[in-house]
């Protein structure tokens, strides 16, 4: 027997094994064929794979989609990724905010108070952007990949697995049908032979498919592992951002009454306090502060007494006339109070020069 020959007996062969299976399953669909079960567990096994397999890539997609909420981004990334090539570096939204934010300060001027302050939250901006990297870097290594992993490689195999015991069942079903119609006694035997073969292979198929599913299970602790992974990632982030905003809030501070007064506003609006969410306490518990009564209590001291105290300027302000001295932020100068001034403002002394400054500029020194 030649090559040819032997492929085409084998094509013959596949054929006529196909057409049994479609006719089995057919007959099946209408009712004119019984159809050997599954025994409770297997079941149970595949739907479970199934229910795993559905909600993994609907988490797996949502997570995508919180990471990167651009879709023209992630359809980019699909493609890189798929080629096998690495995506070209972008500014993320918050560095983007970050960079106009710097540019404008530079721009307005950063000895301005507002040119400074701009400038200001465009680096925290952009420290934001910087952690929001490697977040989506950590829960993609940690996460999204094993999710992935389990998809395209795990549950690609239960379902290959899946497919070949479904022709191994339609296999018996069609020699047990064979075998009832065998009216022969040599025609019985054969197909009584035939079912024991089947029989065997539907069981062996059954067994594989059953320890692949049983897999699932441990499948489930290592997604509880990767969540784990997430969540801590999510929980750095949330903290290194809620630090970023802390930092900033300091060097910000409040708003003088002077620019309040150039927006048409008669009084200072209170700033609330944002208190830290009770994940982030052991963060926000290593965060240097000052509170409000001690800072009120040294200017209180500081006015009742007739001496001075040095005291290191927070940002920088330009003197609106004469009466007032300009200020340089993080340099240390002597301030101290004059009888009747106005219970916001001290005298300022650099060297020979000397003038009104704002006391929200000022940070009182021991």
């Not at 094994?17 to 064929?33: D, H, N, P, Y």
């Not at 489930?220 to 750095?236: G, Y």
Request: charged letters at 25%; one cysteine or more.
């Amino acid at each position: 027997m030649n090559i040819m020959d032997f492929n085409v007996k084998k094509l013959a062969a596949d054929a006529g094994t196909f057409l049994s299976r479609a006719v089995q399953f057919t007959e099946e669909k209408l009712g004119q064929a019984e159809k050997t079960e599954l025994d409770a567990h297997l079941e149970n096994l595949l739907s479970k794979a199934e229910c795993t397999k559905l909600w993994t890539e609907k988490i797996m997609k949502q997570t995508e989609v919180l990471l990167q909420p651009n879709p023209n981004a992630r359809i980019e990334e699909f493609v890189y990724e798929k080629l096998d090539r690495k995506a070209p570096s972008r500014m993320n939204n918050p560095e983007l905010l970050g960079q106009y934010m710097i540019d404008a300060g530079n721009e307005f001027g950063p000895g301005t108070a507002y040119g400074n302050a701009l400038i200001k939250c465009g680096e925290t901006q952009k420290r934001i952007g910087a952690a929001d990297r490697e977040l989506i870097q950590a829960s993609a290594i940690n996460f999204l990949t094993p999710l992935r992993n389990f998809i395209e490689g795990d549950y690609k195999t239960i379902t290959k697995e899946r497919k070949l015991l479904q022709n191994k069942r339609l296999d018996l079903d069609a020699a047990k049908t064979r075998l009832k119609k065998a009216k022969v006694a040599e025609a019985r035997a054969a197909s009584e032979q035939e079912v024991r073969i089947t029989q065997s292979e539907f069981d062996r198929q059954a067994e594989i498919t059953r320890l692949l599913l049983e897999g699932i299970s441990s499948t489930h602790a290592h997604h509880l592992r990767c969540l784990n992974d997430f969540v801590e990632a999510q929980m750095t982030y949330y903290a290194q951002c809620y630090q970023y905003m802390l930092d900033l809030q300091k060097q910000l501070g409040s708003f003088p009454s002077t620019f309040l007064s150039n927006n048409n506003q008669s009084s200072t609006t209170p700033v609330q306090s944002v208190s830290s969410p009770s994940v982030l306490a052991s963060a926000s518990a290593s965060l240097p502060s000052v509170s409000n009564s001690m800072v009120t209590s040294g200017l209180s001291e500081l006015k009742s007494s007739s001496g001075s105290r040095k005291a290191r300027v927070l940002y920088d302000y330009d003197a609106a006339n004469s009466s007032e001295l300009s200020l340089l932020a993080d340099e240390v100068i002597t301030v101290y109070s004059i009888p009747g001034m106005d219970s916001d403002w001290l005298m300022g002394e650099r060297g020979n020069q000397k003038g009104k400054v704002p006391i929200t500029y000022l940070e009182l020194l021991n």
